[in-house]
Every structure is written in C-alpha cells, then in structure tokens.
C-alpha cells in the first residue's frame, strides 16, 4: 500500500491548492471519472475547514489505496474547540461513499473520506 | 456644467444617440473614473489600467443611463464603475495563480467530458480525457481545478512580493457605501441569514461551483428546485445589500 501525505499550515490557505491538486491526481491514478474527482475534492476541502473551524494550527493529509482510495484529514496544534461544521459535514457525507469522523473532547480531530 | 444641463443633454442623447454628446457628458463626469481608478490604485494593477476600465464603464454608464428613471447619474454610475474595477481585479487574481493557458485547457475539458459523457453515458477518466486530447494527464488534472470559481476567502498576492490577502480584501473597501453588493463581509452576513438550504445551495451552487443538477442530487431535490431557490436567493440578497 502506498500513501502520500500533504502537511500544512492553516494559516496559508494557499496550500489548498496544491492538496487538491494532490486529491486529484490520487483518483486519476486509480482510473476515477471526473465527477468523483471533482465531489472527493469537495470533501477534502471542507475537511479541512472542519479543523480549521475547530482551531487547529496546522492539518495532514495522508491519501492511499487500499482496493478503493482514501484520504485521512488530522488537525495538529492550535488551540482546538467545538465548532459548527453541520453543512460540511453534510456534504461531506453526501458526496462520498463512507466517510468518518472522530471526535475527542467533542472535538472533530479526524475526516476519513473513502471512494 | 449643472445637474439640469446634464440632466438635458441625457435627454437629448438617448434621443439622438449623437457621439457627440455622449462624449460631452463622459467629460463632465471623466472626475467619478478618476477618483474610483485612483482608489483602486496601489493594488498591484498600474493607476492607468485601472482608468481605461474605469473610462470604458462610464462610456457605458452615460450610454444606458435614463434620467427619466429619476437617479442621479452619480449614484448611477459608481457602483458600475467600482464594479467593472473590481472583476479586473478578479480576472487579474486568476491571471496571477494560474497560466492563461490552463483556463483554454480547462474550456477543452469540459467539453470533451459533455461530449463523452453525452457518447457513454458515464463521464470520461482523467486517462481517457488525456487520449482524446492529446494532453498530459497532469495537465488534466490542473485544468480541472480550474472549474472551481475563487472564493472570496481565497489569498490573493496583490504585488510581487506583496503580502497575501484575502480576496475580498482586495477588490473592495468596506468604508464605501456605494458598493455594499460586492463588500465581502455584507454579503457573507446576509448569507449567514438565509436559511439553511438556501445557505447550502448558495455554497455548492457558487463556493464549491456545482451545477443546478448537481446541487439538487446531492440535497435530494429537483433542479427545477434549486432553480427556482437560486432565484429567491439572489432577490432575497439585491433587497436586502442594494
């Protein structure tokens, strides 16, 4: 099984880019249509902005194959909190066959998307 | 030249759509693109681009305007102005995070994936788009980041070597009155307002750039819904920032 892990600050949202751009290549190597591309993207997206929302400092992101393709979203450092994040966790779970959440101290911490 | 006197030559314009006049009136009111070119200035776009798109949006202005309709032109006028400004500002944000060429490429895509998915029913892999392109699949994949608009919350650089902002921060001035539709914070409040399907069709619809069909698969509702949604939503948000 191989993994690839993208770990950046929030404080630079510009790296959102170049995860998605990440998120992208993954599906195309695993031979997914272009919609399943756009809707993973998405949800890796707002993924991140659940922890960014939850205060997290910085987020790692780690995609691989394992039969289908999944990505593991962790928020790391800052000063986490409850936050709202009712939509995101809303499309997340409409756009993407399973999808996870863990919490700690009532805390999303964890985003495990799966295609 | 006096409110009155504009307010004839206006009349007299849409009359007789003499080139003249217009060019009259674009004079007398030359000073509005000024001030709101030079406003815009420092920014990262040169003072005399800034004026041309300035110019050509009060041409337009004094060519549409009505004086019947019983707005001053002033009023009229500066929010196009500052609006015409303010997509240079955001063509010019796309121009700088991305080639020119990616967006041609990423026309190319959407194309040729409507165009399989119209032949096969399903849409294409990033591999077959590449085929029948004759393009790199890495080249593929960056076209179709492409289709995702900017949010006003993504970090724009405004000069070279400038600090990163966020891109409402630069294409607006939250102290103007006049450009309250386009202010990002004013906006995003009366977004905040709007009730939760309608926030959620205003996120996939425009942050996330989903179609009217898509946004209504993944909701569980019809498009002809999120049509009609998107419609009371845009009303909803004219009434409540214009």
């Known amino acids: 099984m191989k ?5 950046f600050s929030l404080a630079d949202s510009e790296y959102m880019t170049a ?30 902005i659940i922890l960014k929302n939850c205060g997290f400092g910085r987020v790692s992101a780690t995609f691989g194959t394992d039969g289908g393709v999944y990505c593991v979203v962790c928020g790391e450092g800052g000063e986490p909190r409850e936050s709202e994040n009712e939509f995101s966790l809303a499309l997340v779970s409409a756009l993407v066959a399973d999808c996870s959440i863990e919490r700690k101290n009532g805390v999303i911490g964890k985003v495990t998307l799966r295609v | 030249m006096t409110d009155r006197e504009a307010e004839e030559l ?31 200035a420092g920014r990262g776009v ?16 004094v060519e549409k305007f009505d004086p019947s309709l019983g707005n001053r032109f002033t009023t009229y006028v500066t929010p196009t102005i500052a609006g015409n400004i303010k997509n240079y500002f955001r063509d010019y944000s796309r121009a700088v995070r991305l080639p020119r060429k990616i967006y041609t490429v990423a026309a190319n895509v959407r194309a040729e ?50 600090d990163e902002v966020p891109l409402y921060d630069a294409i607006a001035d939250p102290k103007d009155a006049f450009e309250s539709f386009e202010d990002g ?58």
């Open chain 2, 46 to 61: 040169e003072y005399d681009d800034l004026l041309q798109v300035a110019s050509e949006a009060l041409i337009s202005g």
């Open chain 1, 3 to 7: 993994e690839i892990n993208v770990n």
């Open chain 2, 10 to 40: 206006f009349l007299k314009y849409r009359a007789t759509h003499d080139v003249a006049i217009r060019n009259k009136l674009v004079e007398n009111y030359m000073y509005i693109a000024e001030i709101l070119a030079k406003k815009f």
């Open chain 2, 113 to 162: 994936a409507d165009a399989y998915f119209a032949e096969h029913g399903v849409k294409p892999t990033v591999k077959q788009l590449s085929e029948a392109l004759g393009l790199e699949e890495e080249l593929i994949i960056e076209a179709l980041e492409c289709r995702n608009p900017v949010s006003l919350d993504a970090r724009v650089r405004t000069s070279e070597g400038g």
């Open chain 1, 19 to 48: 995860l998605r751009l990440v998120a992208g290549s993954v599906l195309a190597a695993n031979d997914r249509d272009v919609d399943v591309i756009e809707d993973f993207k998405v949800c890796v997206t707002e993924s991140v």
């Open chain 2, 185 to 242: 914070e004013s906006l995003r409040a009366e977004i905040a307002k709007l009730d939760p399907t309608e926030q959620k069709v205003v996120t996939l619809r425009f942050l996330h750039g989903k179609s009217q069909a898509e946004v209504g698969k993944i909701l569980g509702v019809s498009q002809m819904f999120v049509s009609r949604a998107e419609r009371k939503i845009v009303e909803k948000l004219k009434e409540a920032l214009l």
